[in-house]
């Protein structure tokens, strides 16, 4: 399925490759860096490029292209969450899936994609069974390592590979059982002048960290399960339990991982949570221009709007701003011509407000369009979709567990058109 694995920064250095078949000449890549010129911004990169005899599938994650070569057919969306889940299991080894800890311990990042695919098929997916095949690094384990000259890889195969749950190990136990789930919702929107929703979606994922003693059967039921009509699931999951009763029911991978996502898409359904009130205007004589934007809460079930940051692109002819922010701090950047109101906390009873005026390049012609605001924002313990976890029941194990559920919505993709 996947012949080889190329890892580029945004500058365009490939500084890992790892082949499962026969080596691939890098210069395949070209015609990944010919699509990255032609998009704009790295998120625009198409996931698919045909090429006259591969095909390159890629993603973008945490600053870095994470691009695989086909050879033959295959399902993309299949190779793009192997991908994801690649990126995934190194945030979990090292922290963070950046350049500089993927370089900091290359070693186990060739030892894990060695495991990870096996003759170019997915072999080991699940962190907890990585964990047994390979152990994370520590500084001590490191030490160990390049005084002995030993290796992180285990010496036995994982107990749960020779089970019938290849996500669970066995023997796990705990002297604190615990079941935490957070609901994650991320809403996209665009706004147009006069307030009014041109679009909106949400993108949801329920994040699970269980740890619980034995082989515990675990069922979910929700509130208004009913809001969900776009599913993905862990392999976990009994799915036709969930087609009939809309209950989560399975047995739970040890440790973190992300019971499903889903996508609402049905407009009347996507509360938007705040309203801007706007006015960017450019005049015909004379080099300035005026700002006058207004922030308020609209639909947050009485919940506190954090980490409010408003960024505009403004457009080339813009040199500088002179502006009053009522609250938070503003900074405008003359080279990439990125205006950023940082708002922090929404205060309902003093509603912040950034007025002023915007200097022009003389003798320029006035900016065809008004540039968009994107909105970047944060709400704790609320779900914008009203998704709300009823109950989690065990089986099978005959202790009682701690069991919490958090909510947050932030913004994706936010922006009001001006």
């Known amino acids: 399925m996947i012949h080889s694995l190329f890892l580029i920064n945004t ?3 490939l500084f890992l490759e790892k082949h499962w078949k026969s080596v691939i000449s890098r210069s395949v890549c070209d015609y990944f860096f010919e699509a990255r010129e032609k998009a704009v911004e790295p998120d625009n990169v198409p996931p698919v490029i045909p090429t006259p005899h591969h095909y390159l599938i890629t993603i973008y994650r945490e600053k870095i292209f994470f691009v695989s070569v086909i050879q033959t057919e295959v399902p993309p969306l299949f190779v793009i969450e192997f991908l994801h889940r690649v990126a995934e299991t190194f945030q979990d080894y090292f922290g963070e899936c950046s350049e500089t800890t993927i370089k900091d311990n290359v070693v186990i990042v060739y030892e894990l994609l060695e495991e990870m695919l096996d003759n170019g098929f997915p072999l080991a997916t699940e962190s907890n069974i990585l964990k047994e095949l390979i152990r994370p690094p520590t500084i ?3 030490m160990v390592n390049t005084i002995t000259g030993s290796s992180n890889v285990g010496e036995t195969l994982p107990t749960g590979q020779l089970s019938s749950i290849p996500w669970r190990r066995a023997g796990v136990k705990y002297t604190n059982n615990e079941a935490y789930f957070d609901v994650v919702e991320e809403i996209d929107a665009i706004l147009d002048k006069s307030g009014t929703t041109v679009f909106a979606e949400i993108q949801g994922v329920i994040d699970a960290c269980v740890k619980l003693s034995g082989m515990p059967d675990l ?9 969900l009509d776009d599913v993905s699931f862990h392999p976990c999951v009994r799915y036709k339990r969930w087609e009939s009763e809309r209950v989560i029911s399975f047995i739970p991978p040890d440790g973190n991982f992300q019971l499903m996502s889903y996508h609402i898409s049905a407009q009347n ?9 706007q006015n960017i205007s450019f005049f015909e004589t004379g080099s300035s221009g005026r700002l006058d934007i207004t922030v308020g809460p609209k639909q947050t079930m009485g919940k506190t709007v954090e980490c409010l940051v408003v960024t505009i692109h403004m457009p080339k002819v813009v ?3 002179n502006l009053n922010a009522t609250q938070g701090t503003y900074n405008y950047d003359p080279v990439t011509k990125i205006l950023l109101w940082d708002i922090g906390k929404l205060n309902p009873q003093k509603l912040p407000n950034l007025k ?4 022009l390049q003389s003798g320029a012609p006035k900016p065809e369009e008004n540039p968009s605001l994107n909105i970047d924002l944060k709400i704790q313990q609320l779900a914008i979709s009203g998704l709300k976890v009823n109950r989690l029941d065990m089986y099978g194990e005959k202790y009682k567990p701690f069991k919490g559920v958090k909510y947050v919505t932030k913004a994706g993709k936010f922006q009001v058109r001006t």
Do not use: C, E, Q, W
């Open 219 to 227: 069922t979910l039921s929700f509130m208004n399960p009913r809001l």
């Open 140 to 142: 001590l384990r490191s």
């Open 356 to 359: 002023g005026s915007l200097s």
């Open 319 to 321: 040199l500088s701003a």
């Open 269 to 277: 359904l996507v509360a938007i949570p705040i309203y801007v009130k």
């Open 11 to 13: 500058a365009g250095d």
